[in-house]
């Protein structure tokens, strides 16, 4: 029997997306992150549990408000360079979002093909996780409905270019075992990894969309696998924050995006012509600095450094930080880097020599167990 896709989708609207997903709340468990951190460094794999979720702060909602009111408009003109990008590109392109951060960047790019453009693109929401690639069942069901060619993977931004790296093995994989031809076409935002040349710009810029957890992102978690839960030929799991629902921020932040797209059609389609004739070949030089911060802070597992303001947030809301580098004192786009590291005891050091506007260190917790 074939999977069904969740319904309803979080509190995305059902218009909006098909999270090719299981809801898997009270089944999955839910554990402490320095806990987590501990066994994930000694070989558990991260997808088998959740961290725990909490609400915002009333302090941290208000740095989140304040870059509402100040990133949104670069969020609406990055969508739509990107939208124009992948229809430019892609002849009748599908989305397929990598949950979670993807989802609301697709989100808004369906919303934005549709109101400025003219054109309904279908949207989907898969798991994609690291080490154990994309979930096959959820590719084989858009596979019996579409070409291969036709899908091109959405993500929010990249920090050294894991995902990227890990979208084109899966797709590889799934080519060998399936007879197939799926490209690895992935569109983000935001590429300070210079990992993929569907991006809208290289900059590490501050998306609101990264800065919360769930409540940003349809009251969904990030995505679950492990054999107990599970099984063969089944969607991966999410499971559904409902009881953070009065907190939810999901419509707030996408609504409010979509109401830059008009006044900033010229500035869009200005900037459209340069953007397509621009050199964007992958060049991979984000991986090249992550290996100089690990030289010089003595960090030889690459996956404890989280280049980028997004993956800089992630570890302050989910990992165990060591430390946050900084590039420049004051930046604007760092409060809520800030005032989350000071919530957390997180020192925060001036590290000026990087591309990227922020690094999270993971504390190595490999000595440290039950």
């Known amino acids: 029997m074939e999977p069904v896709p969740l319904m309803p989708p979080g509190s995305f609207r059902p218009e909006d997306v098909t999270l090719l997903l299981q809801d898997v709340t009270g089944r ?22 959740l961290p725990i979720e909490q609400v ?20 609406a003109r990055y969508t739509g360079l990107l939208t124009r990008l992948v229809l430019e590109e892609i002849p009748n392109p599908v989305l397929v979002s990598l949950v979670r951060a993807g989802v ?55 920090g050294k270019g894991m995902i990227t790296r890990q979208l084109s093995q899966s797709c590889q994989q799934y080519n060998a075992r399936h007879g197939t031809a799926l490209r690895p076409t992935l569109a983000v935002l935001a590429d300070p990894a210079h990992s993929t040349a569907l991006c809208a710009t290289r900059e590490d810029f501050v998306n609101p969309s990264c800065c919360l957890n769930s409540t940003v992102c349809g009251l969904i978690s990030r995505t679950v696998h492990s054999e107990a839960l599970i099984a063969p030929g089944q969607f991966h799991g999410v499971r559904v924050y409902r009881e953070f629902q009065e907190a939810d921020q999901t419509s707030r932040y996408l609504d409010g995006v979509c109401e830059y797209f008009a006044p900033l059609r010229g500035k869009i389609q200005e900037e459209f012509p340069a953007l397509l004739s621009r050199d964007r070949t992958p060049d991979w030089r984000g991986m090249e600095v992550v290996r100089h911060i690990g030289a010089d802070f003595g960090i030889s597992d690459i996956n404890r450094i989280k280049p980028s303001i997004g993956e800089t947030t992630r570890v302050l809301l989910r990992r165990v930080p060591d430390r946050i580098l900084l590039r420049e004192e004051g930046h604007p786009g760092a409060a809520h880097i800030l005032l989350l590291a000071r919530e957390r005891g997180v020192p925060v050091i001036l590290y000026p020599h990087m591309p990227y506007l922020c690094c999270g260190l993971i504390a190595d917790r490999r000595g440290e167990g039950p």
Do not use: N
């Not at 554990?31 to 549990?49: C, K, V």
């Not at 003219?118 to 080490?131: K, T």
């Open 104 to 158: 609301p960047c697709g989100v808004l790019m369906r919303r934005y093909a549709a109101r400025e453009l003219g054109r309904e693109v279908p949207h989907y929401g898969v798991s994609i996780i690291r080490g154990k690639g994309f979930d096959e069942a959820a590719i084989t069901w858009l596979l019996r409905r579409y070409r291969p060619e036709q899908l091109v993977f959405v993500d929010g931004w990249t």
């Open 28 to 49: 999955v468990a839910e554990r402490p992150a320095a806990l987590r951190e501990g066994e994930i460094q000694r070989g558990r794999h991260y997808s088998e549990d």
């Open 56 to 75: 915002p702060s009333p302090q941290y909602l208000e740095v989140f408000s304040a870059l509402l009111k100040t990133q949104l408009p670069a969020v």
